[in-house]
């Protein structure tokens, strides 16, 4: 494409005529910056809207009367003892985790964050599984992977699947399974969190360190069954080496499935009549296990009227700290989300926090710049933010499509692009005269782009007599 660099992170300058998302004001000619593949034209292979991303369901949002029956294993508030111990374990180990690039993921843990269902279900309904996207009747937007690095985990590193490969790991991995099994023994049953945490802290321990890390890793970033299951050592003795391991990718792999999921029983919710549900009672039962919190954490950054009023972050805090223990109730979240066309705030990290320091990426001027293989971490992690790529977690993979929600990232929107190269995530990345947008730019899209929004959202609304929007 013309004007695309010498990268798999393709980001072209063009002059196009821009308006704001919102439509809002008269277009102006200027010079854009896009991320690739875009097109240039309506008539192009679009990355359209799928209809089933619409479903129909009452006009009255009331949540907390449908029979959904939710269980939110990755939402789990921390304990005093857990607290204490992550401070006792960061005044050994604080380098370590830095290193690793896990130190904020831990201290966010220690925040607790009260999970408003109401909200939760109110994107899920907006939740389009082929897009990996919400879908709002005034534009498209997503949770990614900077959303990601700004909750504290690290986009770079190896995969969460990479295998111990020495004698001394897998010796410390035989000897974290022989701590397992003699848990098991003595309890007679499976070994959940708290008889690992009882077993294990303050223990003195040479392989302390790894089991907190298994705690931390099995409770708050992967929990499957309230369970330590064996298959997260690995990942824990990778990490308490200062291994870098790409949490982020994962994490977000997660997420997406569990909207996707929740997305599925809601869509079901509309199908089912009174009696279907009276004979099943666990027909619209669903466990999801991924960290929701951050699906929560995202919207209350950028929904001003869904936002709780925010904590002061004290120095040493991490952003997290602002929403603990925070809590606003909407009557009606679909109609927040469905009016926020004018008060969405697409770049809430680009502006100044107290006490929050920005991310190296958000640079004050544009610029382009060129990175060797001695490159910065901070400009490869913005880069990894940028590429279409499939995101691999524990049992799941998902697409990843940065493309479609380019203002996210101070980036323009023309039309998404189809059929792009789904790049392997585990791939080195290369790129050369990569963009980096100023940190208080506000992007616009084409004129083109927004009439075929415009005109998708009136064709997928047509043929229903009841739809979200």
């Known amino acids: 494409m013309e004007g695309l660099s010498k990268s798999d992170v393709g980001i072209v300058e063009r002059e196009e005529l821009m308006v ?37 369901l009452p006009h009255t949002f009331e949540p907390k009367n449908w029979p959904l029956k939710l269980a939110f294993y990755g939402c789990s508030s921390p304990q005093e003892d857990w607290k204490i111990w992550v401070g006792k374990m960061a005044s050994v180990h604080e ?38 996207s919400f879908i709002f009747s005034w534009g498209e937007a997503t949770i990614t992977l900077e959303d990601m690095i700004i909750f504290g985990y690290s986009v770079l590193g190896s995969s969460v699947l990479s295998p111990l490969e020495t004698g001394e790991l897998t010796k410390t991995e035989e000897k974290m399974e022989h701590t397992r099994k003699e848990i098991r023994r003595t309890t007679g049953r499976k070994v959940d969190y708290s008889t690992w945490k ?23 970033v992967f929990p499957v069954s309230k369970a330590i299951v064996k298959t997260i050592f690995p ?12 949490l982020a990718p994962a994490v977000l792999a997660h997420i997406y499935r569990d909207l996707s999921l929740l997305k599925e029983k809601i869509v079901a919710l509309a199908q089912l009549d009174h009696l279907e549900i ?27 009227e869904l936002r709780p009023k925010p904590n002061l972050i004290l120095l040493g ?18 109609t927040v989300l469905d009016s926020a ?55 799941c993979v998902e697409h990843y499509f940065p493309h479609r929600v380019a203002v996210q990232f101070g980036l323009d929107q ?15 990345i290369s790129y050369e005269n990569l963009y980096v947008p100023p940190w208080l730019y506000e992007a616009d899209v084409t004129t083109r782009y927004l009439e075929w929004w415009k005109k998708s959202i009136l064709h997928l609304q047509a043929p229903k007599d009841c739809v979200l929007l």
Request: charged share 25%; net charge negative; glycine share 6%.
């Open 278 to 304: 009276e004979q099943d009672s666990n027909a619209l039962a669903i466990t999801l296990h991924s960290p929701l919190q951050l699906v929560q954490i995202w919207a209350w950054e950028r929904f001003l």
């Open 95 to 132: 380098s370590t985790w830095k290193k690793a690039g896990i130190y904020e993921a831990i201290l966010n843990s220690t925040y607790s964050i009260q999970i408003n269902h109401d909200l939760i279900l109110g994107l899920a309904e907006k939740w389009c599984p082929e897009t990996k």
């Open 20 to 56: 704001s998302p919102s439509g809002d004001g008269e277009p102006t000619m200027r010079v854009a910056h896009f991320l690739q593949p875009t097109l240039t034209s309506i008539e192009g292979p679009v990355f359209e809207l799928p209809s089933s991303c619409f479903s129909s």
């Open 317 to 334: 805090e991490s952003r997290f700290a602002q929403w603990h223990k925070t809590m606003l109730r909407v009557e009606n979240v679909r």
């Open 414 to 428: 023309d039309l998404p692009g189809c059929g792009a190269q789904i790049n392997d995530y585990g791939k080195p």
């Open 235 to 246: 990942i824990a003795i990778h990490l308490a080496r200062g291994t870098r391991i790409a």
């Open 341 to 395: 066309e004018d008060s969405f705030d697409w770049r809430p990290y680009a502006k100044t926090l107290k006490n929050w320091n920005f991310p190296k990426f958000y640079a004050e001027n544009e610029m382009w710049v060129s990175v060797d293989l001695d490159r910065c971490e901070e400009l490869e992690s913005f880069a990894r933010c940028l590429r279409i790529s499939e995101l691999i977690g524990r049992g």
């Open 198 to 220: 009882k077993k294990v802290m303050d223990s003195g321990s040479e392989l302390e360190h790894e089991a907190f890390l298994v705690f931390w890793l099995s409770r708050f």
